[in-house]
Nanobody, 111 residues
């Protein structure tokens, strides 16, 4: 059973930064982050492959940076210039033969 453990969420003021981390129990080819705001569908934030190929949602490109440490089986999401509309539960994704999800971590951007 694949396990994904997230950390790093919290409350931050607009314009601030947060860094999310997600550690996997096994090596996974594609890892990433999705987010779900209240009353909305879960949506892509960013993904990254083992080889470093990245994919970003237009809404976060230029502000968020995804990276990974393959040796540690960990993916990171550095979020800068945060906006209130970035407020959501952020879920770690591990994509292999099927999708695996973390438990989610709350990110709240508010003054």
């Amino acid at each position: 059973q694949v396990q994904l453990v997230e950390s790093g969420g919290g409350l931050v003021q607009p314009g601030g930064s947060l860094r999310l981390s997600c550690s996997a129990s096994v090596s996974i080819i594609v890892m990433g982050w999705y987010r779900q705001a209240p009353g909305k569908q879960r949506e892509l934030a960013a993904t990254i492959s083992t080889f470093g190929i990245t994919n970003y949602a237009d809404s976060v490109r230029g502000r968020f940076t995804i990276s990974r440490d393959n040796a540690k089986k960990t993916v990171y999401l550095q979020m800068n210039s945060l906006k209130p509309e970035d407020t959501a539960v952020y879920y770690c994704l591990g994509r292999g033969l099927r999708d695996y999800w973390g438990q989610g971590t709350q990110v709240t951007v508010s003054s």
